[in-house]
Antibody, heavy 121, light 107 residues
Framework: EVQLVESGGGLVQPGRSLKLSCAASGFTFSDYNMAWVRQAPTKGLEWVASISYGGSNTHYGDSVKGRFTISRDNAKSTLYLQMDSLRSEDTATYYC??????????????WGQGTLVTVSS | DIQMTQSPHSLSASLGETVSIECLASEGISNYLAWYQQKPGKSPQLLIYYASSLQDGVPSRFSGSGSGTQYSLKISNMQPEDEGVYYCQQGYKYPFTFGSGTKLEIK
């Protein structure tokens, strides 16, 4: 069974940093591209970033480019999101997501339960 | 960036009714369109991918269609468990973008 478990969320002050983790199990993590998607309270879904299965290719949403860094450790089956220079508008539940099959990256068949990040002084 | 305009914003339907949700892309996306359902407090669930392919385990009363810039999700024989918010998403080019969501309720 595919499982994605996010951690690392919490309350952080504006301008500070936070690193999210997503522990994957139930599939060969190193075969799959991965992504982060977020959802601000009572708002819609926003794609944040994607990373290729080997980690060499990354893509970012306009609102986080230059501030967030997606990375992965295939040996640990873990996905990361380093968030720097956090702003109040980054407040959201952050989901780790996996595409439907290996080689794909266009849509997300598996989602974690999400971890809440609150940026406030 | 590709803008995804979703309509309606909300709708209510009776049990057994058929409903449709529309999604308009700001440019052609070659059927790289997915639909998700999200229930309160839960993670999104993939329903349809590549515009019309049904995700494993999703009831056949859900169907997708469209091409070019216009896509739609149809739910036939509305059931109580179909209440939730529905989102479209283009996977044609980065940055991936979602529609604003459609809240579906039972009348």
């Amino acid at each position: 069974e595919v499982q994605l478990v996010e951690s690392g969320g919490g309350l952080v002050q504006p301008g500070r940093s936070l690193k999210l983790s997503c522990a994957a199990s139930g599939f060969t993590f190193s075969d799959y591209n991965m992504a982060w998607v977020r959802q601000a309270p009572t708002k819609g879904l926003e794609w944040v970033a994607s990373i290729s299965y080997g980690g060499s290719n990354t893509h970012y949403g306009d609102s986080v480019k230059g501030r967030f860094t997606i990375s992965r450790d295939n040996a640990k089956s873990t996905l990361y999101l380093q968030m720097d220079s956090l702003r109040s508008e980054d407040t959201a539940t952050y989901y780790c997501a996996r595409p439907r099959y290996y080689g794909s990256y266009n849509w997300f068949a598996y989602w974690g339960q999400g971890t809440l990040v609150t940026v406030s002084s | 960036d590709i803008q995804m305009t979703q309509s309606p914003h909300s709708l209510s339907a009776s049990l057994g009714e058929t409903v449709s949700i529309e999604c308009l892309a700001s440019e052609g996306i070659s059927n790289y369109l997915a639909w998700y359902q999200q229930k309160p407090g839960k993670s999104p669930q993939l329903l349809i991918y590549y515009a019309s392919s049904l995700q494993d385990g999703v009831p056949s009363r859900f169907s997708g269609s469209g091409s070019g810039t216009q896509y739609s999700l149809k739910i036939s024989n509305m059931q109580p468990e179909d209440e939730g918010v529905y989102y479209c998403q283009q996977g044609y080019k980065y940055p991936f973008t979602f529609g604003s969501g459609t809240k579906l309720e039972i009348k």
